[in-house]
């Protein structure tokens, strides 16, 4: 399959009438892990995967090793590969034509509460780098409405990220994100504002199941940096059971 048709692909993930789950990865060898179960459809990378596994900081990932390791990934499997840009690294458009020449469909850009006419020009900006490469990119459009809230009510939070969401598909994007613990309500109030199956959540402790999102007409789940830090997890407890006298498991699968 070419980039285009697998951003085309991925789109129709979105408009489905099922809630796409995409589980993030941050190498080639967790996608692979991934992309080789039967239920994948999709993938997204996780930008503060990424970022851990080359030492930085979220959000601190240069460009070029970004590109890199999210075209590393789309190599490797076959499945459309929604990608973590970060902020677009202050040319949206430039990265995004990056990301599309190394095999990527779509991605998540996130526009840190920005000012708003910036915000909705990076979206641009983003499209039209996809039309000019003929690929129907599908852009997650990232608002940050919530997790960078600061003091602000949860109403204002909800309107703000209504209307740059509303901004943000009248600009061509696919879809909105909008991270953050979102209970049924606020979700229910985003999808009114926002519009069905173009809302797109995170699947944190303490969220709401794929299944619920899914009936209050959620286009998108994802788990950012959780997938890493379970690994992350079952590492740690390994080396502590083998510290401790323990053995490596019999009968684990060859997945690398």
């Known amino acids: 399959m070419t980039t285009a048709s697998k951003a085309q692909t991925l789109v129709g993930l979105y408009d489905a009438p099922e809630i ?21 459809k999709a993938i997204a990378t996780a930008g503060h995967g990424i970022a851990a596994s080359f030492g930085y900081d979220d959000g601190a990932t ?47 850009v996130e ?22 490469e003929g690929v129907p990119f599908a852009l997650n459009a990232r608002t940050d409405a919530f997790v960078r809230a600061g003091h602000r009510s949860v109403q204002e939070s909800t309107a703000d990220a209504i209307q740059r969401g509303r901004a943000y598909l009248d600009a061509g994007a696919t879809s909105v994100f909008v991270p953050g613990i979102l ?35 959620v286009a998108r789940i994802s788990y950012g940096p959780l997938p890493q830090r379970v690994a992350l997890t079952a590492l740690q407890e390994l080396a502590a059971s083998l510290y401790g006298g323990g053995v ?9």
């Open 62 to 108: 240069p460009r070029e090793i970004m590109i890199d390791m999210v075209g590393r990934i789309a190599a490797s499997v076959d499945v459309p590969v929604s990608a973590d840009l970060d902020d677009g690294y202050g040319d949206a458009g430039e990265t995004a034509r990056l990301a599309i020449g190394v095999g990527i469909a779509g991605a998540n």
């Open 183 to 217: 209970d049924a309500n606020v979700t229910r109030q985003l999808v009114d504002g926002i519009g069905e199956r173009k809302v797109s959540v995170i699947g944190l402790p303490g969220a709401l199941a794929a299944s619920e999102y899914e009936k209050l007409g």
């Open 248 to 256: 490596v498991p019999s009968g684990l699968p060859a997945l690398n």
């Open 20 to 40: 796409l789950r995409v589980v993030n990865v941050w190498d080639v060898v967790s996608a692979r892990a991934v992309a080789a179960l039967p239920e994948t």
């Open 111 to 132: 526009d840190r509460l920005k000012p708003f006419d910036e915000s909705v020009a990076a979206v641009e900006a983003i499209v039209k780098a996809a039309e000019a």
